[in-house]
């Protein structure tokens, strides 16, 4: 049976860039006729996706089965980790919620289960692929955890893969910092890496030939690429990269767009088409002072409600936020935990997040949502009813609530049945429906209505995000083919297998 050529992309720490160079390389690879498939053997992140089994994987194993042309399945992120409490996170086993785990648990008791699972996946997918691109996590250097890691070398030698290795020049130290990961390395840990990459880098490359020479005449390890900053159209992957975003209103953009940052927040990738939009400027909120009067004002998922409604009133959110709906026309929205929060009250008779019976919500959506232990995770579609116009919406679900409205209007008529709700007055809507401001039209219209309440004239010309996101994978393959030698890291590939029998 066919058996598919593997690469490993690994990195010196979190935010690397593996990421974004595995979507990169998994966008090549399918534009040169090969199929195929992204692997994560674990995946700790709170931005999800759903398969179209409704299943959950993380996200950045989605978006590059996307690149590559492919349907997302399981066996691309057979184990996802999501935290839930400090220590604690639930384990998510080919897309179903597995248990609730402490760290100790988790690494004592899972491994081997663990092991076999993507054991299993890998055997799968190298069957059903000809190209495997495989994503670690982390650093391959983090000696406490090495003898039972299930995501980076480990992985490496299960799939008997090649490994590149990557840098980030933005941090600075990134000679230091690739030298010290493979001097950390076991020696036959140490052999499978290729050759590196240096990601975002600024400025002139020829200024940086010195250290590249000197760092291939001291490691003896190629340097494969040197990859310039690019500013990024794909999804992030976790909440790492929330740093880089705006805290502050762009003031020369029309719409001000704030985001509710709370601990917890999850699948923010759902905020990604407002940063596409010419007159939006979009900022994340921590804390009341920072609030102002934004035009819109968004509550996104979270992993723990209850928690995260707690962060409200201890930063005076909460209350912040109940005053801006009393003396402003801003239009509040909340995304699955969102609109939970968005609600009177909140009930966790199971103690599913945290030991509280319940806690009281922001009260100003007639809803009571009681948590529930199983988990929601489905793809939807449906017709959604805004200043009666309807439009066409499609998303996903993840969640583990029930919500009842108890007065007031729903939002998304979904084959005999509805989600969320809205105002009389139509400023505040939720939905558990994520991805929703990813339909156009939808997000087209309300954008221009805040327009016609400043008395500003309408865009007619506004970006297609789905589009855009096609042309992203293309772009950013462009731009890694432009600086990486991907003809070396194929050939490279093929050597290790021993051969190009493997390539058929």
């Given at each position: 049976?066919?058996?598919?050529?593997?690469?490993?992309?690994?990195?010196?720490?979190?935010?690397?860039?593996?990421?974004?160079?595995?979507?990169?390389?998994?966008?090549?690879?399918?534009?040169?006729?090969?199929?195929?498939?992204?692997?994560?053997?674990?995946?700790?992140?709170?931005?999800?996706?759903?398969?179209?089994?409704?299943?959950?994987?993380?996200?950045?194993?989605?978006?590059?089965?996307?690149?590559?042309?492919?349907?997302?399945?399981?066996?691309?992120?057979?184990?996802?980790?999501?935290?839930?409490?400090?220590?604690?996170?639930?384990?998510?086993?080919?897309?179903?919620?597995?248990?609730?785990?402490?760290?100790?648990?988790?690494?004592?008791?899972?491994?081997?289960?663990?092991?076999?699972?993507?054991?299993?996946?890998?055997?799968?997918?190298?069957?059903?692929?000809?190209?495997?691109?495989?994503?670690?996590?982390?650093?391959?250097?983090?000696?406490?955890?090495?003898?039972?890691?299930?995501?980076?070398?480990?992985?490496?030698?299960?799939?008997?893969?090649?490994?590149?290795?990557?840098?980030?020049?933005?941090?600075?130290?990134?000679?230091?910092?690739?030298?010290?990961?493979?001097?950390?390395?076991?020696?036959?840990?140490?052999?499978?890496?290729?050759?590196?990459?240096?990601?975002?880098?600024?400025?002139?490359?020829?200024?940086?030939?010195?250290?590249?020479?000197?760092?291939?005449?001291?490691?003896?390890?190629?340097?494969?690429?040197?990859?310039?900053?690019?500013?990024?159209?794909?999804?992030?992957?976790?909440?790492?990269?929330?740093?880089?975003?705006?805290?502050?209103?762009?003031?020369?953009?029309?719409?001000?767009?704030?985001?509710?940052?709370?601990?917890?927040?999850?699948?923010?990738?759902?905020?990604?088409?407002?940063?596409?939009?010419?007159?939006?400027?979009?900022?994340?909120?921590?804390?009341?002072?920072?609030?102002?009067?934004?035009?819109?004002?968004?509550?996104?998922?979270?992993?723990?409600?209850?928690?995260?409604?707690?962060?409200?009133?201890?930063?005076?959110?909460?209350?912040?936020?109940?005053?801006?709906?009393?003396?402003?026309?801003?239009?509040?929205?909340?995304?699955?935990?969102?609109?939970?929060?968005?609600?009177?009250?909140?009930?966790?008779?199971?103690?599913?997040?945290?030991?509280?019976?319940?806690?009281?919500?922001?009260?100003?959506?007639?809803?009571?949502?009681?948590?529930?232990?199983?988990?929601?995770?489905?793809?939807?579609e449906g017709i959604l009813t805004f200043q009666r116009e309807t439009f066409h919406v499609s998303g996903y679900e993840i969640h583990m609530g029930r919500s009842i409205i108890k007065s007031g209007a729903p939002l998304i008529s979904l084959n005999?049945?509805?989600?969320?709700?809205?105002?009389?007055?139509?400023?505040?809507?939720?939905?558990?429906?994520?991805?929703?401001?990813?339909?156009?039209?939808?997000?087209?219209?309300?954008?221009?209505?805040?327009?016609?309440?400043?008395?500003?004239?309408?865009?007619?010309?506004?970006?297609?995000?789905?589009?855009?996101?096609?042309?992203?994978?293309?772009?950013?393959?462009?731009?890694?083919?432009?600086?990486?030698?991907?003809?070396?890291?194929?050939?490279?590939?093929?050597?290790?297998?021993?051969?190009?029998?493997?390539?058929?």
């Open positions: 049976m066919r058996k598919a050529l593997p690469i490993m992309f690994q990195g010196t720490h979190s935010d690397a860039g593996k990421s974004v160079i595995a979507t990169a390389f998994c966008r090549i690879f399918a534009r040169n006729g090969w199929k195929t498939a992204p692997f994560k053997s674990q995946n700790m992140s709170l931005n999800s996706y759903v398969t179209t089994d409704g299943k959950e994987i993380g996200r950045a194993q989605g978006v590059q089965a996307e690149a590559a042309g492919v349907l997302a399945t399981t066996h691309m992120n057979p184990i996802l980790i999501k935290p839930s409490r400090d220590q604690e996170a639930q384990i998510v086993v080919h897309g179903k919620p597995y248990k609730n785990m402490q760290a100790s648990a988790y690494r004592t008791e899972f491994f081997h289960t663990g092991l076999n699972i993507i054991q299993q996946s890998l055997d799968v997918l190298m069957k059903q692929y000809d190209r495997l691109v495989i994503e670690g996590a982390g650093s391959p250097a983090e000696v406490n955890l090495n003898d039972r890691e299930l995501v980076n070398m480990r992985v490496a030698r299960m799939a008997n893969a090649p490994v590149v290795l990557i840098g980030d020049i933005e941090r600075g130290g990134v000679f230091a910092s690739l030298v010290g990961t493979l001097q950390l390395l076991d020696e036959c840990d140490r052999k499978r890496v290729i050759g590196v990459i240096i990601n975002k880098f600024r400025g002139d490359v020829a200024l940086l030939q010195p250290g590249l020479r000197w760092f291939e005449q001291y490691t003896g390890v190629p340097v494969l690429g040197v990859v310039p900053y690019m500013h990024l159209r794909i999804d992030a992957e976790d909440s790492v990269t929330l740093s880089r975003y705006a805290t502050k209103k762009d003031d020369t953009k029309a719409i001000d767009v704030a985001v509710i940052q709370y601990p917890r927040m999850s699948n923010f990738t759902d905020i990604d088409p407002f940063f596409a939009e010419p007159d939006c400027s979009v900022r994340f909120v921590t804390d009341a002072s920072l609030l102002g009067e934004p035009d819109i004002l968004i509550l996104p998922g979270s992993k723990n409600t209850i928690e995260d409604v707690q962060f409200l009133k201890e930063t005076g959110l909460f209350v912040a936020i109940r005053r801006l709906y009393e003396r402003s026309d801003t239009i509040m929205i909340g995304i699955c935990g969102g609109y939970q929060m968005l609600g009177e009250r909140i009930k966790d008779p199971f103690h599913v997040e945290t030991p509280l019976d319940e806690v009281e919500g922001l009260n100003l959506l007639p809803i009571e949502t009681t948590l529930a232990c199983e988990k929601t995770t489905v793809l939807c005999g049945k509805t989600d969320g709700c809205k105002t009389k007055d139509e400023r505040i809507i939720g939905t558990y429906m994520h991805d929703l401001f990813h339909n156009d039209a939808f997000r087209h219209h309300l954008l221009n209505d805040v327009r016609r309440k400043k008395q500003l004239p309408s865009l007619p010309k506004r970006p297609l995000y789905r589009q855009l996101r096609m042309q992203a994978f293309d772009e950013l393959a462009n731009w890694v083919e432009a600086s990486v030698n991907v003809t070396t890291i194929e050939r490279k590939m093929m050597e290790f297998q021993g051969g190009d029998n493997h390539a058929l």
